[in-house]
Nanobody
């Protein structure tokens, strides 16, 4: 089992940057693929980025070129560097851990990101 705790959210003006972190505890972190999701009020949860256990990354089109996902398996951490932020990036950002065949099965509580114009 893996427990996840996000940090690093806050308020920033459009064009600014934030770096989110997700600290994992428990066993088997390096064997999970990890993802970042976000949810704005009144909207469905949206996938943002994914990183596999070997470091392969994929991004939603809406954040490609602006966000960078990374992980440190030794430290059991997951980061999301967010640059050139837009008001539409506002939302609760959650990290999640998953395995092939099961999908994302562990979720953090989330950290709020607010981007003002």
């Amino acid at each position: 089992q893996v427990q996840l705790l996000e940090s690093g959210g806050g308020s920033v003006q459009a064009g600014g940057s934030l770096r989110l972190s997700c600290a994992a505890s428990g066993y088997g972190y390096s064997s999970y693929y990890m993802g970042w999701f976000r949810q704005a009020p009144g909207k469905a949860r949206e996938w943002v980025a994914r990183i596999s256990s070997d470091g392969t990354t994929t991004y939603a089109d809406s954040v490609k070129g602006r966000f960078t996902i990374s992980r440190d398996n030794a430290k059991k951490t997951l980061d999301l560097q967010m640059n050139s932020l837009k008001p539409e990036d506002t939302g609760m950002y959650l990290c999640a851990a998953g395995r092939s065949g099961t999908g994302y099965i562990y979720w953090g509580q989330g950290t709020q990101v607010t981007v003002s114009s």
